[in-house]
């Protein structure tokens, strides 16, 4: 099944999401889920907030179905080590049109467990650091848009409050 994205203004983004304390059908379903959503909007991660679902649970597949080896589930994820930095421009489906240059960590690893409840640690550089860190982010009811300047953040509110006001938000 194939939710549609939440946008920004909706309060679901903005608060913790819930611990995933049983590993059913139901979670693989989710799972499932997810990855059709994240790929009908043509996106590289997806947080369930993100499809209104407050769990603390995020899809990635920085090759877009290219290698199905790099389709990550993370269940529960925590950072636990970061290093470096790097700058590049990021996006999200829950903010369409809009980017922004953000500096992350150029090296992350995130702890999390499979859809079975395996723990598992997983280091990603480079892109995959971004989508980890991007994607926990929102699972912790943060957007990129916190990791930028207040001045472009208010330009982008006030874009989107214009947006929402012809109802085409
Ligand atoms: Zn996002």
């Known amino acids: 099944m194939i939710y549609p994205i939440v946008k920004f203004g909706d309060p679901v ?5 819930e611990t995933i304390t049983s590993f059913d059908d139901e979670l693989k379903k989710l799972v499932e889920d997810m990855f059709q959503s994240m790929y009908a909007a043509k996106g ?16 990635v597949d920085i090759t877009f179905k290219e290698e199905p080896d790099a389709k990550l589930v993370l269940v ?41 409840g395996n723990f598992f640690e997983h280091t990603g550089e480079d892109l995959l650091a971004r989508a980890f860190l991007h994607e926990t982010d929102h699972l912790n009811g943060k957007l990129y848009i916190s990791h930028i300047s207040a001045l472009k953040r208010d330009l982008i509110k006030r874009k989107i409050r214009k947006l929402a006001k012809a109802g085409e938000w």
Do not use: H, M, W, Y
């Open 44 to 59: 590289v991660g997806l947080a369930a907030p993100q499809i209104g679902i407050s769990k603390r649970i995020a899809v």
């Open 76 to 116: 529960n994820p925590e950072i636990i080590r970061k290093e470096g930095r790097q700058r590049g421009t990021e996006g999200c489906l829950s903010l369409p049109e809009f980017r922004e240059e953000v500096t992350r960590a150029q090296r992350v690893t995130v702890r999390a467990q499979d859809a079975n």
């Open 13 to 17: 983004l903005e608060k913790p999401a």
